[in-house]
C-alpha cells in the first residue's frame, strides 16, 4: 500500500479508518498512501514539509477545527513560503469551503495541496462532530447517549474519567455500544450502518478526495 | 557573497536562474539533474583562469577532447546545433563586492573563444591559448598548478601530501584552532597536527604520533574539509558530495562545525548531497544559529527545463524533525 503517487495526511487512527470506509464506498481511486500524523501540530508539521517534499506530489490533510486563530495564522505563514507556486492566495481563516490550492508547476514537487478542516471547514470541531452529524435514524439513541453522559457528569463525587476535551468521543463510543453489533470502531461502524454513508457532508469529503487527487467531483 | 546566479546554455541549463542565494547552500536533486554542473557554473564564473577551470572541469568529468570544438561541446546542451550561435556560454551572478559578470562566447565562426569579465576588453581572444591546454597534456595533468580566487572539494580527496606543501606556504596559521575544533567531530582525541615531515596527528593522552594516513578515508575527506574551509577565508567553498567518506551519524555534528567555521572564516558554500541524514544534518545544525543563514536547493527536471526549489531554514527544520524525503 506504500508508495502511491500523493498523500493523505491524517491525525490519528480512527481517521484513516473513516476516510478508508468512505473512499470505498465513493470509489475514490487508489491513489494515495494515508499515513497517520499522530496529532493535529503534527499534521500540521508534516504537510507543510511534504508539500516541498519529493516521495509524493499532491498532499491533502484533514485536519480538525479546533485552531485558535493564532494556530492558523502560523499554519498560513508556513504555507505562504510556496505563494510563487500556487494559483490562488492562501485564506487567512480556516472557515469556508474545503481548500484545494492548485500548483502553477504541474508534475513538479511542490504540487496541488488541500486542507479538509473536521466537521464541515466551517463548525469548530473534530472527527466525532463529523460523526454525530451522520447518525441513521437513530436520533433516540443518540439522544440517550447525551443524556447518559450528562446523567453521569452530574454524580458526585466524580465517577467519570475522561477529560472535557474528549466528550464528544465519549458520546460516540457511548452511541456505538448501543448498536447491534455493539462497540465496532468508526470505519467498520459506518459500514454496519451506524453512521449515514449518504450523508451530504460525507459526499462533500469524497468530492473532495475526488477533486484534490483524481482532479474530479465525486461520481 | 554570490547572491544570485543566472545560466544560459551550460549542460542541462537552458535559462536558469538562482535567486537569493545564501550564506550556506545545499543542492539536492537526482542523479544528472545538474547538481555538479551547477557547481561548475560557479567556478566558471569566479575564476579568473577561465581556460584553465573549463580544461580541469572536463578532466574531472573525464570529458576531454583533443579539439577545440569538442572541448567547448561539451560544455554546451547536447541538443545546441554550433553551426550559427554566436553566445553559447553565458553564466552571470551577481556579487556583492565585486559585481561580478562573466561571459564565455564561442564564435563559431572564427572558431574563437572569449572569456571576458564585463568592463575588460571584450574582444579579446584567448583561442591559442586554449589550444595550448588542449594540446599539452603536462598542463592538463597539472589541474591544482594555478590560483584559485574560491576552493573547490571535488568527490575525490586531495592527498595529505598536496595540503603538506600549501602548509609549507604559511597559508594554514592563525586559524588552525578551528580546522583542529572541526576535525575533533570525527576523532576527538586530536591534539595537533604535524606536517613537518610526513602528516601525522599528535593525540591526547598518547606519546606516539600517528601518520594521519593511517585514520581513514573519513578523516581525510573531513582534514580537506577542515583545511579547505580554512583556505576559503573570506571567499566561497564549493563541495560536491559532503556525505563521501563519512558516517551518516556524525552529519549534524560536521555540519556544527563547518557552520561555525563559515561564520568564523566568512566563507560562503555550495555543497552537493545525496544523503538525507546530511540534509537532516544541516537543517538541524542551521536551526541552532542565528547568525548564518542557509537554505537547500532541490533541482528538478521538467519538460527540458530544470526547476529551482529553494527550502529555507525553518521549513528544512521541519522537514528534518518529520523525516520527510526531499532528495
Not at chain 1, 496529532?39 to 514539509?49: C, L, Q, T, V
Not at chain 2, 606519546?207 to 578523516?219: A, M, V, W
Request: hydrophobic share 40%; with cysteine; glycine share 4%.
Amino acid at each position: 500500500m506504500e508508495n502511491r503517487e500523493h498523500l493523505l495526511l491524517v491525525e490519528g487512527n480512527s481517521e484513516k479508518h473513516v476516510l478508508y470506509t468512505i473512499c470505498e464506498k465513493y470509489e475514490i481511486p487508489e491513489v494515495f498512501d494515508v499515513e497517520v500524523a499522530g496529532n493535529n501540530e503534527k499534521a500540521r508539521s508534516k504537510f507543510i514539509a511534504e508539500i516541498a517534499g519529493s516521495k509524493y506530489k499532491k498532499v491533502g490533510v484533514v485536519l480538525d477545527n479546533e485552531l485558535d486563530q493564532h494556530v492558523w495564522d502560523s499554519f498560513s505563514t508556513g504555507l505562504t513560503r510556496y505563494a510563487e507556486f500556487y494559483e490562488e492566495p492562501f485564506p487567512s481563516s480556516p472557515l469556508g469551503e474545503a481548500l484545494i490550492i492548485r500548483s502553477n508547476r504541474k508534475n513538479l514537487t511542490y504540487d496541488d495541496f488541500g486542507i479538509w478542516m473536521m466537521p464541515d471547514n466551517h463548525s469548530k470541531g473534530t472527527l466525532e462532530n463529523f460523526l454525530i452529524q451522520m447518525k441513521t435514524g437513530h436520533d433516540l439513541l443518540l439522544d440517550f447517549s447525551e443524556k447518559t453522559l450528562v446523567a453521569l457528569e452530574e454524580q458526585k463525587p466524580r465517577i467519570h474519567l475522561y477529560k472535557p476535551v474528549h466528550r464528544n468521543k465519549a458520546l460516540v463510543h457511548t452511541y456505538l455500544a448501543w448498536q447491534e453489533n455493539p462497540g465496532s470502531p468508526y470505519g467498520l461502524a459506518f459500514k454496519q450502518g451506524a453512521f449515514d454513508l449518504n450523508h451530504h457532508n460525507v459526499k462533500a469529503l469524497a468530492d473532495w478526495l475526488h477533486r484534490l487527487f483524481a482532479d474530479e467531483p465525486a461520481a | 557573497m554570490l547572491q544570485s546566479l543566472h545560466i544560459r546554455l551550460y549542460r542541462q541549463f537552458k535559462d536558469f536562474k538562482l535567486d537569493n542565494l545564501k550564506q550556506v547552500n545545499l543542492i539536492v536533486g537526482k542523479n544528472t539533474v545538474g547538481k555538479s554542473s551547477l557547481l561548475e557554473t560557479i567556478r566558471i564564473l569566479l575564476d579568473t583562469n577561465k581556460i584553465e577551470v573549463l580544461n580541469d572541469i572536463l578532466i574531472l568529468r573525464d570529458e576531454h577532447h583533443g579539439n577545440p570544438e569538442q572541448f567547448i561541446r561539451s560544455l554546451l546542451p547536447a541538443w545546441i546545433d554550433m553551426k550559427g550561435l554566436l553566445e553559447l556560454l553565458d553564466i552571470s551572478g551577481n556579487n556583492k563586492s565585486n559585481n561580478f559578470r562573466t561571459l564565455a562566447k564561442y564564435d563559431s565562426l572564427e572558431k574563437r573563444i572569449f572569456f571576458n569579465k564585463e568592463n575588460s576588453d571584450q574582444d579579446n581572444p584567448d583561442y591559442s591559448r586554449l589550444n595550448d591546454f588542449i594540446r599539452n597534456r603536462d598542463i592538463r595533468r597539472n589541474r591544482w598548478s594555478y590560483d584559485y580566487t574560491y576552493r573547490y572539494m571535488g568527490i575525490v580527496s586531495n592527498t595529505y601530501n598536496y595540503y603538506q606543501n600549501l602548509w609549507k606556504d604559511k597559508r594554514f596559521s592563525g586559524d588552525d584552532k578551528l580546522a583542529i575544533e572541526l576535525l575533533q567531530k570525527i576523532l576527538p582525541e586530536l591534539e595537533e597536527i604535524d606536517f613537518t615531515y610526513t602528516a601525522v596527528a599528535k593525540l591526547k593522552g598518547i606519546n606516539k604520533q600517528i601518520p594521519l594516513g593511517s585514520l581513514g578515508e573519513g578523516f581525510k575527506r573531513l582534514f580537506n574539509l577542515a583545511l579547505e574551509m580554512v583556505y576559503a577565508r573570506d571567499n566561497v567553498l564549493l563541495i560536491d558530495e559532503f556525505e563521501v567518506g563519512l558516517h551518516h551519524s556524525i552529519q549534524e555534528q560536521i555540519w556544527d562545525a563547518t557552520l561555525m567555521m563559515a561564520k568564523e572564516l566568512n566563507v560562503q558554500l555550495f555543497v552537493t548531497t545525496h544523503s538525507q541524514d546530511c540534509i537532516y544534518g544541516f537543517a538541524r545544525a542551521l536551526n541552532k544559529r542565528d547568525d548564518i543563514d542557509g537554505q537547500a536547493i532541490r533541482l528538478e527536471a521538467h519538460e527540458g527545463k530544470i526547476h529551482a526549489l529553494a527550502m529555507d531554514k525553518e521549513l528544512l527544520f521541519t522537514i528534518a524533525e518529520t523525516q520527510t524525503e526531499v532528495r
